[in-house]
């Protein structure tokens, strides 16, 4: 047996196509980003202009979802959603 294989450890190859897709699915679901960093970013996760992000974050809505460090911006994008959704609803 080769060497490589031989520590419990199997080929893509190997893998059926279901073993394959549970296996894509979890390295998806760990590799999926909790923050999105910089007005761009966010202005793509929720499909609007730069200059709405802009607006949002000054009006003080988002406040919590907001982390800036060195310089730089970023933003929950779970606590974006819950304090847009708290928004909408009032």
């Known amino acids: 047996m080769d060497k490589k294989n031989s520590n419990n450890e199997n080929l893509i190859s190997n893998l059926t196509i279901k073993?394959?897709?549970e296996l894509?699915?979890?390295i998806n679901k760990s590799n999926e980003k909790v923050f999105v960093y910089g007005?761009?970013?966010l202005?793509?996760?929720l499909n609007c202009s730069d200059s709405k992000v802009r607006?949002?974050?000054k009006s003080?809505?988002?406040d919590d979802a907001i982390?800036?460090?060195e310089g730089l911006?970023?933003?929950d994008k779970q606590k974006i959603l819950e304090a847009l959704k708290i928004v909408k609803n009032k």
């Open 24 to 26: 894509s699915k979890e």
């Open 43 to 45: 202005a793509d996760f």
């Open 55 to 57: 607006k949002l974050v």
């Open 60 to 62: 003080g809505k988002i």
């Open 67 to 69: 982390y800036k460090s």
């Open 73 to 75: 911006i970023f933003f």
């Open 19 to 21: 073993e394959f897709i």
């Open 39 to 41: 007005y761009k970013e």
